[in-house]
């Protein structure tokens, strides 16, 4: 049986993903497995570091798989749904000019992947709006006297300052080398920053336990600083870390 060619696309968010291989390396393993298990040939690979709010055809890499993908009249492969775009309308001008095949749901065609794209927006902004909810309470709760709620808040303006910092530092980096040290940067710290939403989203969802907010935080593809998946041991790390603690029935 004569083998389907795919082009294989390969996305992480940063340069710190890249860098680390962790990400790049789970993709390439899921499109591995699934030309395996469907009888498809990758005849070329396309990989860069870039957003997934960035339009695909914008993107240097996504435009050259698009360019090859409809010459060849192939499909582009990748490991899941949001490497190609979190945005669905952007998922459908894709849509529009190529075929697409995701590893973790092989089968699924066009149709089905603008279906499990719009759901996956829609999650996002429920969490998106679930978290903003629970940080508004917080504030509340600080502007009353509650000591518990204005520490939270303490940190949290605490981590955004340093994260602000950091980011400041890194552009003036980029626009004066000869100026500027490049600063060392808790990266156990930033991984805390960015996780913190997801930890509060899923407790917010009904995880109550270090167990279900460590099995949460897996299956929301949400890794570990290490890059490894969450035990109820690092969910309690972390949660001491960023101050927030389950509700005492």
Not at 71 to 93: C, G, Q, W
Not at 111 to 120: E, G, I, K, V
Not at 141 to 168: L, P
Request: aromatic share 4%; charged share 25%; with cysteine.
């Amino acid at each position: 049986m004569n083998k389907q060619k795919v082009i294989a696309y390969v996305r992480v968010s940063t340069g710190k993903q890249e860098a680390s291989g962790l990400g790049i390396e789970a993709q390439h393993d899921y499109i591995k497995k699934a030309c395996e298990s469907n009888n498809w040939e990758v005849v070329a690979t396309f990989q860069e570091a870039v957003s997934g709010a960035m339009l695909p055809t914008d993107r240097p890499q996504m435009a050259q798989a698009i360019n090859l993908a409809s010459t060849l009249n192939i499909p582009i492969v990748a490991a899941k749904i949001d490497r190609f775009s979190r945005d669905v309308e952007h998922m459908a001008a894709l849509m529009k000019r190529v075929s697409l095949k995701v590893a973790t749901m092989p089968t699924a065609d066009n149709f089905q992947l603008h279906l499990f794209a719009a759901l996956a927006e829609q999650e996002r902004q429920f969490i998106s709006q679930r978290t903003k909810d629970a940080l508004k309470a917080l504030q509340e709760r600080a502007d009353n006297g509650c000591v518990e709620s204005m520490a939270k808040v303490k940190r949290r303006s605490d981590n955004a300052s340093v994260a602000r910092k950091a980011k400041a530092d890194k552009a003036l980096l980029v626009d004066n080398p000869q100026k500027v040290t490049a600063p060392k940067v808790n990266t156990s710290t930033k991984h805390h920053i960015d996780i913190a939403p997801h930890v509060k989203a899923c407790m917010f969802e009904g995880a109550s336990t270090l167990k279900a907010v460590a099995d949460c935080l897996n299956s929301k593809g949400k890794l570990t600083s290490r890059g490894g998946l969450w035990s109820p041991t690092t969910v309690a790390r972390l949660m001491g870390s960023i101050g927030v603690a389950f509700t005492k029935g």
